[in-house]
């Protein structure tokens, strides 16, 4: 029916008393055979970044509601993928964080999205996930080259509205997988998470260099150093 209309002329842009177009209804409704329809009309891209009276475009909706087959199709006819909905100034990235969407997080990040875009208030998605308490999610967008040092407009970093100490520490690099290299005479060996290798027992605590203690030359040989190499 939906294709029937389209052919003979209904208008894909036309607004129910939401504000919402049949593109938003197809996404609210999760209806991809209807979305399908709608996308290959040769007036609907125009429709992609309409918002509703939430101010929200389909993006937003898909987003939103973690269907990421639909995301994928309004990304591919030309969504944009940073669209900021009008109440709030929210990237689809921010909405995904706000909703705990890791599935989606990670979907527009694969998708070249910008991570360091900042909503009205100046907050970026890394701002949400710190104050959210989302380790992972930190993790992840520091991976993908969020800014820590962007400030909201209260003059906030990430790390000041973080949750707890464990994303505090994240931020400052204490909170990471580790690679330990320990250098001895006979070669290097690696460890991570700070366990120790084969050959070596000690271990290794974040971003420190263990003390090693001084020998006489009366001792059989050196000890070796560790040195540690934080990674996300």
């Known amino acids: ?82 669209a900021m909905d009008i109440k709030s100034g929210q990237s689809p990235l921010m909405h995904a964080v706000e909703s705990n969407k890791a599935d989606m997080v990670n979907f527009l990040i694969e998708r070249g999205c910008d991570v360091n875009s900042q909503s009205y208030s100046g907050n970026t998605a890394l701002h949400s996930a710190c104050g959210r308490g989302q380790v992972d999610t930190v993790r992840l967008l520091l991976k993908s080259g969020a800014d820590s040092s962007l400030k909201n407009y209260h003059n906030d970093t990430p790390v000041m509205v973080a949750k707890n100490k464990k994303i505090a520490d994240v931020l400052r690099g204490r909170g990471s997988n580790q690679i330990c290299v320990s250098v001895s005479p006979h070669g290097s060996s690696f460890t991570e998470n700070g366990s120790p290798s084969p050959n070596h027992s000690r271990g290794c605590s974040p971003l420190t260099t263990p003390h090693t203690p001084h020998h006489s030359a009366s001792h059989s040989p050196k000890a070796p150093s560790t040195l540690v190499f934080p990674f996300y």
């Open 1 to 82: 029916m939906v294709e029937a209309l389209l052919r003979d002329g209904a208008d894909p842009a036309a607004l129910d008393r939401n504000g919402q177009t049949a593109l938003h209804l197809c996404c609210e409704y999760d209806q991809r055979d209807c979305l399908s329809f709608v996308l290959s009309h040769s007036q609907s891209s125009m429709c992609l970044e309409i918002r509703n009276y939430e101010g929200l475009s389909p993006l937003h909706l898909t987003v939103l509601r973690g269907q990421k087959d639909l995301a994928r199709m309004l990304l591919d006819a030309g969504a944009d993928i940073n």
